[in-house]
Every structure is written in structure tokens, then in C-alpha cells.
């Protein structure tokens, strides 16, 4: 008999500790969803005004560097 008790007490804390964890995970996530709501309010990002023509030179040389890197590949295989 003392070990159906033991079981049955097990359990309870199991489904105990399983009901702490799982209510701490969903405060856990409204929390960090009301501060990401309140850091988005408080500070915006800032978009540029204008495209960056740095940004697409530099992409066309990134560009440029793979294709580079795919024929030198290509040509020892």
C-alpha cells in the first residue's frame, strides 16, 4: 500500500512541478513581448532617408568575390 502512496505523491509533483515550469514560460513570453513593445515605442529604429549607394558597391563586390571564387573553384575540379 505505501507504494501506490509513494506513486501517487510522485506524480502530484510532477504534474506540480510541470504546472510551475509551464506558467513561468508563458509569464516568461508576455513579459518579453511587453518589453520589446515598449523598447519599439520608446526607441524607434531610424530608417535612412535614402539608399546607401556604399551598400550596393559593396554588394557588387561581394558578388563579384563569389563568382571569382566559384571559376577558381571550378577550374582545379
Known amino acids: ?19 510551475v515550469v509551464f506558467l513561468f514560460l508563458i509569464i516568461l513570453v508576455v513579459v518579453v513581448n511587453i518589453q520589446a513593445k515598449l523598447i519599439a515605442k520608446f526607441f524607434p529604429e531610424k530608417t535612412p532617408a535614402t ?24 577550374k582545379k575540379s
Do not use: D, H, W, Y
Request: charged share 20%; proline share 2%; hydrophobic share 50%.
Open 51 to 74: 539608399p546607401n549607394l556604399s551598400n550596393q558597391s559593396n554588394e557588387s563586390q561581394r558578388v563579384a568575390a563569389v563568382i571569382a571564387a566559384v571559376t577558381e573553384f571550378r
Open 1 to 19: 500500500m505505501e507504494e501506490v502512496n509513494l506513486i501517487a505523491e510522485s506524480l502530484k509533483f510532477m504534474v506540480l512541478g510541470m504546472t
